[in-house]
């Protein structure tokens, strides 16, 4: 304290209750922890590759007309969730192997198994892919073809940007319209079939015929015709080998059905040899 004008230090004092003592001993707190659910993840009920609610539907009768359920999205009620992206995820649910598989299936067209195998699962992701591939593919080899021709006919070429809208047309029309018109007939003969089903199997049916434009740029007229030829008698063997099982419940019928699916496959692969191989060397 300051008095007269003399200081005097203030001594350490113990404030009473300001500092708690601290014990010699140091006390054992016990700390609980809650159990983890790390060990539960991923859940056991989820199901599929996207989630367990959110899978393909499995009527195969009507496969456009249910909703996708368990998404988080707000979906629309009724025939208005055709016009969602959300929709459509589930039939873009596949991974590699799924779509290598189903190639493999296609190739090997007297086995007759991948309607059945893809009944649960049907996808769009290969038939797209496949469509859009065959696009370009038919494009680029037709061109190239028209081009080696003219050069060694020593004529003037001249690109055709046609041949890419040509080709656009007519894959995404076949597999959108000859499907539709399919799904149509059956159901007018009380066939059950799914919609989403029929597009996939016309989707991998045409994979055969990437390596079948691919060679039919050798410039000689009598081996195109045979590779034409046989992608165009694989791929309606594919089709129809895979349809005739399911739609034998149409009586009598299903035998003119099934031909008609294997010469209108067949002559796909002849508009494709005569529309864009039309040049002879």
Not at 11 to 33: E, I, L, R, T, Y
Not at 105 to 110: A, K, N, V
Not at 143 to 149: D, E, G, W
Not at 251 to 273: M, P, Y
Request: proline fraction near 5%; hydrophobic fraction near 45%; aromatic fraction near 16%.
């Amino acid at each position: 304290m300051m008095s007269g004008g003399s200081y005097t230090p203030i001594d350490n004092q113990k404030v009473s209750g300001s500092v708690p003592a601290v014990s010699d001993s140091p006390a054992h707190v016990a700390v609980k922890f809650s159990d983890s659910n790390l060990q539960t993840f991923p859940p056991s009920t989820v199901q599929g590759k996207i989630s367990g609610a959110s899978g393909p539907p499995r009527d195969a009768d009507d496969s456009f007309s249910k909703p996708v359920s368990g998404s988080d999205e707000v979906q629309q009620g009724g025939w208005f969730q055709v016009f969602t992206i959300a929709y459509y995820k589930p039939y873009f649910d596949v991974d590699t192997s799924d779509v290598l598989d189903r190639i493999k299936e296609s190739l090997i067209p007297f086995k007759g198994s991948f309607y059945e195998k893809t009944s649960s699962n049907p996808d769009l992701y290969g038939p797209f892919w496949i469509c859009t591939t065959l696009i370009f593919v038919a494009a680029a080899i037709g061109t190239f073809a028209t081009y080696i021709a003219h050069k060694l006919q020593k004529t003037e070429w001249n690109y055709d940007i046609n041949l890419v809208t040509w080709s656009t047309g007519l894959f995404y029309g076949y597999v959108i319209v000859v499907p539709l018109c399919l799904y149509v007939i059956l159901k007018y003969f009380s066939v059950h079939s799914g919609l989403v089903q029929l597009f996939c199997l016309y989707g991998y049916s045409l994979f055969i015929f990437i390596p079948a434009l691919c060679l039919s740029v050798v410039p000689l007229e009598l081996f195109r015709w045979v590779v034409t030829g046989v992608a165009g008698f694989l791929s309606a063997t594919f089709v129809a080998v895979n349809l005739k099982n399911h739609i034998k419940s149409a009586g009598e019928r299903w035998l003119f059905i099934v031909t008609a699916i294997f010469l209108l496959q067949l002559a796909l692969a002849v508009v494709l040899k005569l529309y864009l191989f039309t040049f002879t060397v």
